[in-house]
């Protein structure tokens, strides 16, 4: 099979199920950006340290997988990948609670960064952020969507801002602490 189609050499793609979309379609931006916030996981798995998290994070890229299948799906037409389901956002839940508790109290604004597996947490929360706001977007055109996966992605990004911290102490590296123009 080849890879290329060349169908979309002229700004269109399709979905499964049918129907051509212009790449820049809310819905294409959507699942583009839940594969790129995929990728940015995928790197951000080589260097984790916290071998307690591998479980969580291959699940949250198989979530994302079938999140970005159900978005490139042309609405109303049946599909077989799973969906996210409440039990998903509870196991989020239940790993932003637990790696919290051995974290000191955030008592400041942090930037991102510190170490180089730090900084891509953050940007793998910073990529599921944007991915959250094109899912909201395509959800207010009335477009037909399961609303647990906008629940799952904002507790996404709760969870890579956690681990971001979780990371940072494992590593033993200092939080950089925003300091405004007061510098307080």
Not at 105 to 127: M, N, Q, S, W, Y
């Amino acid at each position: 099979m080849k890879i290329y189609t060349k169908k979309g050499d002229t700004g269109s793609t399709s979905l499964y199920g049918g129907g051509s979309y212009l790449k820049d379609d809310i819905r294409i931006e959507a699942y583009g950006t839940v594969d790129e916030l995929n990728s940015f996981l995928g790197a951000l798995m080589v260097d984790n340290p916290l071998s307690d998290q591998e479980a969580t994070l291959t699940f949250i890229q198989n979530m994302l997988f079938n999140i970005g299948a159900n978005l490139a799906t042309r609405p109303g037409v049946a599909v077989s990948m799973e969906g996210v389901n409440e039990e998903d956002i509870l196991n989020l839940e239940n790993q932003i609670d637990r790696l919290s508790q051995d974290l000191p109290e955030l008592k400041h604004f942090i930037l991102p960064g510190g170490d180089r597996t730090v900084a891509t947490c953050h940007v793998c929360r910073t990529v599921c952020r944007r991915a959250e706001r094109r899912v909201v977007t395509l959800h207010r055109q009335k477009e037909e969507l399961d609303e647990n996966v906008i629940k799952f992605l904002n507790r996404l990004s709760d969870y890579l801002f956690i681990l971001a911290r979780a990371i940072a102490k494992f590593n033993k590296t200092p939080e950089v602490k925003w300091i405004g123009r007061s510098g307080k």
